[in-house]
């Protein structure tokens, strides 16, 4: 391949097509007054699509809500013995092939126990790889969906949930949802399924399920799908919050 046809691509991939149509016009143009337009050209395509790979990384991380730079290699595995026992499973949550595979991650445990952080870090790994994710708590997420429902706009509000290659729903059952809040999640989460990547972090089993959401029903309707096709991590101790106190 040569430097134009090199160039030819990138402008391509710019959307430049007026540049892109020109190009051996103006290449020819240059050879006859002995100039080389394709070396300082790339140059400036080169700058342009690392530019624009910045930017999206920037934008995809806006809507995700995350407030800091996570690593998961930050993690203190030696707290609890569960950490300990899932550092394999943790550390292979910086691996994006699930993602791509459209496979779901439930993350449980107490207040405290990490599973927010191991979210978080899934979150910003998938960002950094130019995915498109969203990050919030379960409320938040229902709240905007029954004021979408309630002015008519629900429709664009779930194209926003079922959108993201990655939707983290973190708090899922600090409180019972009631009725209608079960049922629009049992929405999101049907209408995702082997579609997106979907991250939970409940606090209770599922076992539990029927303390969460409006019934046993809707609970198991749910759980169905997301442990058809996720890896199931469950935490044990005491919060890591009181430690640093």
Known sequence: M?????????LTDLRLKGMRQQLDT????????????????????DIALEHRWH???????????LTEKLAIDQCDFDHHKSRQEQ????LNLRNLDGIAAHSDVILIGK???????LAQCRADAAGN????????????????RSAAAADHSLLSKRHADYAPDLLVCDELGYLALGQQGSHLFCQVISQR???????????LP???GGKVFDSTTVATAIADRLVHNAEVLSLGGTSYRRKLT
């Open 2 to 10: 040569t430097d134009t046809q090199r160039l030819q691509d990138k």
């Open 26 to 45: 103006t290449v020819a143009h240059a050879a006859q007054h002995n100039r080389n337009v394709v070396t300082p050209l790339t140059l400036l395509a």
């Open 55 to 65: 930017n999206a990384i920037h934008l995809r991380g806006r809507p995700s809500a």
């Open 87 to 90: 550092q394999t499973r943790s």
């Open 111 to 117: 207040p405290g126990t990490g599973q927010t952080f």
């Open 129 to 144: 790889a130019n995915m498109k994710v969203l990050f919030t708590t379960a409320i938040d997420m229902l709240h905007h």
């Open 193 to 203: 399924h082997q579609r997106q990547s979907t991250v939970l972090t409940p606090n």
């Open 206 to 208: 599922f076992a539990d």
